[in-house]
Every structure is written in C-alpha cells, then in structure tokens.
C-alpha cells in the first residue's frame, strides 16, 4: 500500500541545518516531493528529486534519497526564522492523474 | 506566485446546509485536485479532474461532489454538511505529465457546527 511517514515536529536553532526525515512504502514512486506550507497559505513546492537519483542540491536545500531504506530527507542549511513552516514529504506515481501522497506533514520551529 | 483561488478562505456553517466551496484557477491547467486535510494528518485526495468533463472520486471516500463545467473552475459541494466534514479543504491544479508542479490555494478551513 501507499503510505508516507514524517515525524510531527522539529526545532532548530537559527543558523543551525535541520533536517526532516520522511519514509514511504510504495517502491513504485517516480518522484519524491518537498512542500512547504507557511501559516495561512497553500502548499508551495519547494524541490523534488526522481527516484533514481540519491541527492539533489537546490541552494540551501539538499534532499537525500535512500531507495533500499525507502527514506527521503531534507536538509536546510543555515536555518532562519523565515523557514518556520510546515514540510510534507510527497511521492507520486507514473500513469494516471498526477496522485501524489503526502505525509502529516513536519512542523519546523526556528528559535534564536 | 500561484494563480490558483479558493473562496471562502474559512465558512463556519449549521448542520444540513448546503455548500460550495468554489477554486479558480487561471493557469490553463487541465489536471485539478481537491486535498482535505486535518490538523496534524496527511492531505488525502477527495477528487480529481482531467479536463472539463471528467471528474473522479480520489482515494477518501468522501460525501461532496464535484463538477467540471469549465477549464478553469473546479466547484466542491456538500448537499448537507455535518460536524464530520468539518476540516480543511485544499484546491490544486496541475499540466499534465508525471513530474509536474501541483499548485495550491490558500485552502478553505470548514466548520460546521
């Protein structure tokens, strides 16, 4: 079956990297998403990565992926406040319409 | 910025009305998505459209409908809402193909009371 986990939450020094952990179990996935969604607003993607790639670097961002282990992470380096939102990890499947499956979502605490 | 609307942002309701919520989006995006979302859980697919014409029911059963009239316009309707449907609901449309971006509205937070 589908099924996406992430922890609930996550604080961080300002400055500092975090790093959110998220697994899945469906190992057909093609793509492997990170969506940011700060108070009030919609989902916004911030990077994704194709499942037969093991890292991507976006600027500050770096995703992991670990196809054996089925785990996909995100680390932001030098955390600021404005980075205070919540992080859903996302897979999606070739054929059909697009469906992607999200996680609970990770919610990130910047603290100075 | 993403181009991409739903109205209202947060209704509060009595038991047995009917509602709308309404989503609009003005990037041409055939693929349309409606997402509910409780606090603290995952976003799960309620229902999905191809294109005008087509809707399906997405992987939560759910007792809205919905309906495709036109490109841009991607209506959810609870003939009778209930206490149960009270959460958030989230609008996203997308181009076709496998890796594309799914932009979303800012979400319509329902409570019915």
């Known amino acids: 079956g589908e099924d996406v986990e992430q922890s609930l939450f996550l604080s961080v020094r300002e400055g500092d990297s975090s790093v959110i952990n998220c697994t899945y179990t469906?190992?057909?996935?093609?793509?492997l998403y990170w969506y940011k969604q700060e108070p009030g607003a919609g989902l916004q993607l911030l990077t994704y990565i194709f499942s037969n790639m093991d890292m991507k670097q976006d600027q500050r961002l770096t995703v992991l992926l670990n196809k054996k282990d089925k785990h996909l992470s995100l680390r932001i380096a030098d955390t600021q406040t404005g980075d205070s939102a919540i992080y859903f990890c996302?897979?999606?499947?070739?054929?059909?319409?697009?469906?992607?499956?999200f996680g609970a979502g990770t919610r990130l605490a910047v603290h100075p | 910025e993403a181009d991409i609307y739903q109205t209202p942002r947060y209704l509060v309701i009595g038991t047995g009305k009917k509602i709308t919520l309404e989503c609009s989006q003005t990037m041409g995006h055939d693929k349309m998505y409606w997402y509910q979302q409780d606090p603290g859980m995952e976003l799960h697919l309620i229902h999905y459209s191809y294109g005008v014409n087509s809707t399906e029911k997405g992987d939560l059963s759910s007792e809205s409908t919905v309906s495709r009239i036109r490109t841009e316009h991607f209506p959810l309707t609870l003939e009778s809402a209930r206490p149960s449907h009270t959460s958030q609901y989230l609008c996203a449309s997308s181009e076709p193909g496998e890796n594309t971006e799914a932009f979303f509205g800012q979400g319509t937070r329902l409570t019915v009371v």
């Open positions: 996302a897979e999606s499947f070739s054929g059909g319409y697009n469906k992607l499956i």
């Open positions: 469906d190992s057909s996935s093609t793509y």
